[in-house]
């Protein structure tokens, strides 16, 4: 008999964006040819986001200005995975919105109304510009019924001029105010791994994923039974890894390092 774990082949490749690919609006180096060298593969690929701002096409556009270029396609964001929960649960459903065009574009796009009169569901995602009236609305709406949902529970992200708060801040108030918990789609929930892998037709055992947190990235492509990359270049550090009770299946510098990779893994021989 041989060993039960055969070397695997790798057929699809999810990356993270932030701090994988780019910090805030400046490319990482490799990024670009990684991108490269998986369109010039054929393997599939999605690039994953928690951020429910923009659309795929935005951010393609902001992509293109850091000279990484990724097709709109490939491009999966918390608002794409949180309107293709909503569709499977309850089609032709109805929501209020809190959220910028990258929610409200996605939801629109799986057939969901947008109303402030008895919804189905308050959808929380990522914006700028809260309003109190807003907050309230879906406070009234919870407490009368509807289902609590919010694209991704990252408390606060990154900015040149520092910390912002993020949708899991403002879901904390809203939890506050009704006594009710939201569904969170985004990473680390591993649904938002297996929409991605959904969305390619791919499968998790020659799939890897590449991530530069333990607690998101490597936790949730884990759990939906991927191999993982860690990359060194954004949250995670080299000395925190073994903190953590589960670990990554490799850990590379950058994303630099895994150009040759996908160039080989692309002829078949590669194993992780
Ligand atoms: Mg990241």
Redesign the pocket.
């Known amino acids: 008999m041989g060993p039960m774990t055969a070397p695997r082949t790798v057929e699809t490749w999810l990356t993270?964006?932030?701090?994988?690919l780019v910090h805030e609006e400046d490319a990482i180096p490799g990024a670009a040819e990684l991108v490269q060298a998986l369109r010039r593969s054929g393997m599939g690929f999605l690039v994953l986001t928690n951020n429910s701002i923009f659309t795929p096409r935005d951010l393609r556009a902001r992509l293109l200005l850091s000279g990484i270029d990724v097709p709109e396609s490939a491009i999966w964001t918390s608002a794409l995975a949180t309107a293709q929960f909503l569709l499977d649960q309850r089609p032709d459903g109805t929501a209020y919105v809190v959220g910028e065009a990258g929610l409200t574009t996605a939801l629109h796009d799986v057939g969901y109304v947008m109303t402030d009169r008895d919804p189905d569901y308050v959808v929380l995602g990522e914006t700028r510009t809260y309003s109190f009236e807003a907050i309230t609305k879906a406070i009234r709406l919870i407490e009368g019924g509807a289902r609590f949902i919010a694209t991704n529970p990252d408390p606060s992200g990154p900015s040149p001029a520092g910390t912002l708060p993020a949708t899991g801040s403002v879901a904390a108030l809203i939890s506050t105010a009704t006594g009710r918990q939201p569904y969170y789609i985004g990473k680390p929930n591993p649904l938002m791994m297996r929409s991605a892998l959904n969305r390619l037709d791919a499968h998790s055992e020659t799939t890897i994923m590449v991530?530069?947190?333990m607690d998101?990235?490597i936790i949730s492509g884990l759990e939906a039974g991927l191999r993982t990359v860690l990359v060194l270049t954004?949250?995670t550090q080299r000395h925190q890894i073994e903190q953590f009770p589960y670990r990554p299946s490799r850990v590379v510098d950058s994303v630099a390092d895994l150009v040759p990779f996908v160039e080989q893994s692309a002829a078949g021989r590669a194993e992780a």
Do not use: L, N
Request: aromatic share 0%; glycine share 24%; hydrophobic share 15%.
């Open positions: 993270d964006m932030d701090g994988v991530g530069d947190r998101t990235d954004g949250s």
